[in-house]
């Protein structure tokens, strides 16, 4: 009923740029939080970054001033840029929405992920 799905996963060279994109889909009555977590090869999935539907953002303290959160409420999708990319920025990068959603008999708020995006960073 509710999908997202991320796009703009890229191989780049350390110094580049990448701009994912997730785009939330379905019964969606509303989506409160949106975010962007990735997981590298053997280690834990790491939040990157989060912004509310009020605009309000939070990011972790490797990325900041690097990679910069945003959302278009009116279309339910979530960006982020990614400058000065690392190698240590290589993971999974994967979206994430906390909506409300109609399930045909009542509303129901849950955690959603997308299947995850590849950035690959060559040093």
């Known amino acids: 009923q509710v999908q997202l799905v991320e796009s703009g996963g890229d191989l780049v060279e350390a110094g580049g740029s990448l701009r994912l994109s997730c785009a939330a889909s379905?019964?969606?009555?509303?989506?409160?939080?949106m975010g962007w977590y990735r997981q590298a090869p053997g280690k834990q999935r790491e939040l990157v970054a989060v912004i509310t539907n009020g605009g309000d953002t939070n990011y972790a303290d490797s990325v900041k001033g690097r990679f910069t959160i945003s959302r278009d409420n009116a279309k339910n999708t979530v960006n982020l840029q990614m400058n000065s990319l690392k190698s240590e920025d290589t993971a999974v990068y994967y979206c994430?929405?906390?909506?409300?959603?109609?399930?045909?008999?009542?509303?129901?708020?849950?955690?959603?992920w997308g299947q995850g995006t590849q950035v690959t960073v060559s040093s």
């Open positions: 994430n929405a906390n909506l409300m959603y109609y399930t045909g008999r009542y509303y129901r708020t849950d955690d959603y």
């Open positions: 379905g019964n969606i009555f509303s989506i409160n939080r």
